[in-house]
């Protein structure tokens, strides 16, 4: 395990080298497909800078290194690995259109082990709604399913920007929804590796309901106790910080710090 309203405006650039998902959909604007040296059948993953790719950041279990990657106009997506001796890399399709044919403009992946790991993946910005999928795998990466199979347990109104799994059933994802009103911060909880979330809610003091740029996913010290962060306001002093003492189903605001 490891660890301006919105930044709804970071380049595409970013979002693929950096694996953030704060922006994974919003204004990201889709790309002009022009030839790309490098396609979802490649043996190794994309360098930086490749035309049209999305690639998440690299992750590493035990000396093999993990990544993601996807042809954006088509929305095909790959995931590679390093073999744990010669240091070549394999890949493993995960999907030839991961959201609905319309490609991808962002990914996030995030392995609670070196057998459990998810990917996100965040299709273009339309009429307000942004495709969301999830993919998980149980064992490391040879076979990739979609969670749940069919359809999205997120509104597709909402951005999640971020996903951490306690361990291979308990995970979280944070969500922003800059077009209600007010905005609201979402939090979603599964239990049995994605197949099912649920909307968790809590109070967000109304001075700061607008202010909020990133929701951080909830860290927890032992099954009862965790801690979530969000931080942001345009000039991104604001923090607020809430706990739990049952598991994630209530969350109280503990302190604040900004104006």
């Not at 490098?38 to 000396?63: I, L, N």
């Not at 909402?158 to 905005?183: H, Q």
Request: with cysteine; proline share 7%.
């Amino acid at each position: 395990m490891r660890s301006s309203a919105f930044l709804l405006i970071a380049a595409l650039g970013c979002l693929a080298l950096c694996g953030c998902a704060a922006a994974a959909s919003g204004t990201v604007a889709r790309p002009a497909t022009r030839h790309s040296r490098w396609s979802c059948a490649a043996p190794t993953p994309p360098v930086s800078g490749a035309v049209d790719v999305v690639r998440t950041g690299r992750e590493v279990f035990g000396g093999q290194t993990l990544m993601a990657a996807a042809f954006s106009p088509t929305g095909c997506l790959t995931f590679y690995a390093t073999s744990r001796t010669k240091n070549r890399w394999s890949g493993q399709p995960v999907t030839a259109s991961a959201t609905r044919g319309d490609g991808i403009a962002a990914l996030q992946m995030f392995f609670s082990d070196r057998m459990h790991g998810w990917i996100l993946a965040f299709g273009f910005l339309g009429a307000f709604q942004t495709p969301i999928v999830l993919f998980r795998t149980v064992n490391g990466g040879a076979v990739w399913q979609r969670q749940p199979a069919k359809g999205s347990p997120f509104p597709e109104i909402d951005e999640p920007i971020r996903m951490r799994f306690e361990n291979p059933r308990d995970g979280w994802i944070t969500s922003l929804n800059g077009f209600a009103s007010p905005p609201r911060v979402g939090l979603y909880h599964t239990t049995d590796g994605g197949d099912r979330w649920t909307f968790v809610s809590f109070s967000l003091p109304a001075r700061y309901q607008g202010l909020v740029q990133e929701a951080l996913p909830p860290v927890f010290s032992n099954s009862a106790h965790g801690m979530l962060r969000l931080v942001g306001t345009e000039n991104g002093q604001t923090s607020l910080l809430y706990s739990t003492d049952d598991g994630g189903e209530t969350w109280r605001l503990d302190s604040s710090a900004g104006p």
